[in-house]
């Protein structure tokens, strides 16, 4: 087979079809066919020449880890998985495509895939690691359906798009596991199979993301709550933004925390509560400053209320900013208010 170095328009406009084909297996909710579970691990324990294992089901990845500790495995299996299963049969099919042409496709595809799956596997992983109390990368044991869909989506591409020649057994064996499972722990003679979230919820930028219930949860209760990308303690995440109240700013320690519940929150309802001290007004327009260690430094913010309707809007402003007037200026991109034709 001659090496392929360019795309046709047909097969440029199947790329976008792969891509959304295997971001839904990765990001699916629905609960596992323990049946095709159990014909899927087979095959794949048979791609690597293993005997069958005896297969463990839980519900969640903090279940499966403490199933791990509690018969005390050593992960071996996984990277035979890793090795034999995914990266030789991946190098075999790159071998065919001009190397041009690999970093054309894996642009297109990749970069739309893989940020908010790796963003999944990395926010569950480091939130077992600390719950777990673990010193060990769990990055390593597992063989996650969610971050390896990545791959099959350009892989699946490859084969039923560009005809590359390719291994049936390896091809079928990692199918299997990505459609119908979700995360494995794979071990010589046991293989842990965690079932798939109940919820993934996610912003309009493909960020975990949920206002008063968890971005991850799963059907035994282990949850993970998020906003906008950053993982929350429960304490915040089961409570709405609205309900988020100022005072936590005083003892939150983490400077990337009391950042979200500042968003959250809002200036103008912090000011309210926390009592801004005014430092200079002019018209509708006032300076306050807050100063009880919300932040690294006091939040300056330029309060801003509506003449008609009486609404205030708040925004942060430099330390430096003592003269309302001076803050309105640098809002406005060095304009003086006094040259506004109409005030806003």
């Known amino acids: 087979m001659s090496l392929i170095e360019k795309l046709t328009p047909e097969q440029e406009a199947l790329i976008r079809v792969y891509r959304e084909k295997w971001r839904a ?109 673990l010193t060990t990368n769990l990055r390593s044991p597992w063989f996650k359906a969610q971050l390896y869909s990545s791959t099959c989506s350009w892989v699946d591409f490859y084969i039923s798009v560009l005809n590359c020649s390719y291994n049936q057994i390896q091809w079928q064996a990692l199918q299997s596991l990505l459609k119908y499972c979700s995360w494995i ?39 993970l709550y998020s906003y906008h990308g950053v993982t929350l303690p429960e304490k915040y995440g089961k409570s709405h933004p609205q309900q988020w109240q100022s005072q936590w700013l005083l003892s939150e320690e983490n400077a ?22 005014e430092l200079d007004n002019w018209q509708e327009y006032t ?3 807050i100063d009880n260690n919300v932040d690294i430094e006091p939040i300056y913010l330029l309060k801003m209320t509506c003449p008609s309707t009486s609404f205030i809007h708040a925004l942060r402003v430099p330390p430096s900013m003592n003269s309302a007037r001076e803050a309105i200026r640098w809002v406005n991109w060095g304009v003086d208010p006094e040259e506004f034709g109409v005030q806003t």
């Open 256 to 277: 990337e925390l009391r950042r979200v519940l500042i968003q959250g929150i809002g200036y103008a309802r912090i000011c309210q509560e926390l009592q801004a001290i």
């Open 25 to 133: 297996i990765a990001l699916s909710t629905e609960r596992i066919d323990k049946e095709k579970v159990v014909e899927a691990v087979k095959i794949g324990y048979i791609a690597i020449r293993k005997q069958e294992p005896k297969i463990i089901f839980c519900d969640s990845p903090y279940a499966g880890l403490k199933i791990v500790i509690q018969k005390r495995l050593k992960h071996r299996l996984n990277i035979e998985f890793n090795n034999q299963l995914l990266y030789k049969f991946r190098n075999e099919l790159r071998s065919q495509v001009a190397w041009q042409l690999q970093s054309q496709l894996m642009a297109e595809i990749l970069t739309v895939v893989l940020p908010d799956l790796t963003i999944l596997e990395d926010t569950l992983r480091v939130e077992l690691k600390t719950q777990l109390l």
């Open 185 to 223: 722990l794979p071990y010589e003679n046991i293989c842990i199979v965690c079932d798939r979230p109940l919820h993934l919820r996610f912003d309009n930028q493909n960020r975990l993301h949920a206002e008063g219930e968890p971005a991850i949860e799963f059907i035994d209760g282990y949850s």
């Open 287 to 289: 300076v306050l400053k």
